[in-house]
């Protein structure tokens, strides 16, 4: 595959990744905080969270599913990335590795949550009360291996930021201030892993704590991320007429 291929690729695909993330969770906070979407009640009243479990659930439908796009498209990326910050070796691979995996794990706990959240919708619906608490029995067991999921996305979205930010520092073919960018994003990456084994290990961290890190990486930093990645692997083929030339080293 030539070199103009992979750039249009890439392009599509980070500008698909940017987008989804910046959809998907700013639909999420939207509904948090009831802009869009109705209060949420007391979780101990179990007729009225179902409730509003339903209400919300086109919401939440939505934004996971443009989550979702993103991950499919990291993978995608991680290869994109591979071929741009070559010559390929064993951290290009590594970093692909890490994307592709981070982008297939991710995609599966989504699926599972949406799933959990169809189940809820379905079968809430002029349930009994005791229809309800094993529903909410049942939806703890599903949302374990789910929550695993999402920490092994974590990680291992993590690691691959880290090494495509040093390849692009070293190889000097993407801009130094997207490869620091890559930084802060997997820095808050590890803080939302952190922050979630603190819990499994029974340290008690704030729901806010939780909720301003997906933001900033979900929200903002990610978004940024892919979209100067898109906008990158533009200037290339502006700046060779499109003959499908290695990317210049400017770090603008």
Request: aromatic fraction near 10%; charged fraction near 10%; proline fraction near 5%.
């Amino acid at each position: 595959m030539s070199n103009a291929n992979w750039y249009s690729i890439g392009r599509s695909l980070a500008l698909l990744f940017a987008a989804g993330w910046f959809a998907g969770i700013w639909i999420f906070t939207l509904v948090s905080f009831a802009i869009i979407s109705p209060r949420p009640p007391d979780a101990a009243d179990r007729v009225a969270h179902y409730a509003y479990e339903r209400a919300v659930y086109p919401q939440l439908y939505a934004a996971v599913i443009c989550i979702v796009i993103a991950m499919l498209c990291l993978i995608g990326l991680g290869l994109v990335l591979r071929h741009s910050l070559g010559p390929d070796g064993a951290r290009q691979q590594l970093m692909a590795a890490a994307f592709g995996a981070a982008g297939l794990f991710g995609a599966l706990w989504l699926f599972l949550t949406l799933g959990l959240l169809q189940a809820v919708v379905n079968v809430s619906q002029g349930a009994s009360s005791e229809t309800l608490r094993t529903l909410t029995d049942t939806s703890a067991l599903i949302e374990s291996p789910a929550n695993w999921l999402q920490r092994a996305f974590l990680l291992l979205a993590g690691l691959g930021t880290y090494w495509s930010s040093r390849l692009a520092l070293e190889k000097g073919s993407l801009p130094r201030g997207w490869a620091f960018l890559g930084f802060v994003l997997m820095a808050l990456y590890v803080l939302g892993l952190l922050s979630l084994l603190a819990r499994d290990a029974g340290i008690p961290v704030p729901d806010a704590i939780g909720g301003l890190l997906i933001l900033l990486s979900g929200g903002i930093v990610a978004p940024v991320w892919g979209a100067w990645l898109a906008v990158r692997l533009w200037r290339p083929l502006e700046s060779v007429g499109g003959d499908g030339l290695e990317p210049t080293t400017s770090s603008v």
